[in-house]
């Protein structure tokens, strides 16, 4: 089945970027998504990128899309501590489910 | 709005007690998760259900059951809970599987089996 690796923790210090790396293995997802979760919360959709797309930029949030390597990363301009919390990427590839990734613990220093 | 509602937030069972959890969702989505959330392994499907009357195995089924007998509810069901099943469950639903779809998800329910 698919299965969605990323790096478990990223730390850094307010006002910088962080970027937050994601592979995955099946070549046919059609979206693939970053989902935040802050601590006793549920999980919320942050942005998707259709397959077909190579990067998509949304305020502070770029991603970029290598089909290719099958590797997706979210960059965070500007981090701020609000920005703490566990980034899940996930892809879907059919019948609606979603394979996640274990999730990037990202935390911001001031 | 109401969204995804999870019921209950929290819950402590014995081993070898059973419960429902309930999830409902006010968007008149046709699918519906269940997904179970365990430090370091992510989140991981355990049932799902494509629309009113469907039920179908996801990753990790064993040990609990589904029900979706009204489009809005999805249950979880735990006929014998085991300290395996202590976790925090997460219930999403979406609109359809494919294009522009997104999942919303509930606030989770954390159990913890003893």
């Known amino acids: 089945g698919e299965d969605v690796e990323q790096s478990l923790f990223l730390s850094v210090r307010e006002g910088d970027s962080s970027v937050i790396n994601c592979t995955y293995t099946?070549?046919?997802?059609?979206?693939l998504y970053w989902y935040k979760q802050e601590p006793g919360a549920g999980l919320q959709l942050l942005t998707y990128?259709?397959?077909?797309?190579d990067m998509k930029q949304d305020q502070r949030l770029t991603v970029l899309l290598n089909k290719k390597d099958k590797h997706l990363s979210l960059r965070i301009a500007d981090t701020q501590t609000g920005d703490s919390a566990i980034y899940f990427c996930?892809?879907?590839?059919?019948?609606?489910?979603?394979?996640f990734g274990d999730g990037t613990t990202l935390t911001v220093k001031p | 709005n109401a969204g995804v509602t999870q019921t209950p937030k929290f819950r402590v069972l014995k081993t070898g007690q059973s419960m429902t959890l309930l999830c409902a969702q006010d968007?008149?989505?046709?699918?519906m998760y269940w997904y179970r959330q365990d430090p370091g392994m992510g989140l991981r499907l355990i049932h799902y259900?494509?629309?009113?009357?469907?039920?179908a195995k996801g990753e990790v089924p064993d040990g609990y059951n589904v029900s979706r007998l009204k489009k809005q509810n999805f249950l979880l069901g735990l006929e014998s809970a085991a300290p395996s099943q202590t976790s925090v469950y997460f219930c999403?639903?979406?609109?359809?599987?494919?294009?522009?779809?997104?999942?919303?998800f509930g606030q989770g329910t954390r159990l913890t089996v003893v």
């Open positions: 999403a639903s979406s609109y359809s599987p494919g294009l522009n779809t997104e999942a919303f």
């Open positions: 259900s494509v629309g009113e009357g469907t039920t």
């Open positions: 968007m008149n989505h046709e699918y």
């Open positions: 996930a892809s879907n590839t059919n019948a609606g489910k979603s394979t």
């Open positions: 099946d070549s046919s997802s059609t979206y």
């Open positions: 990128i259709f397959s077909n797309m």
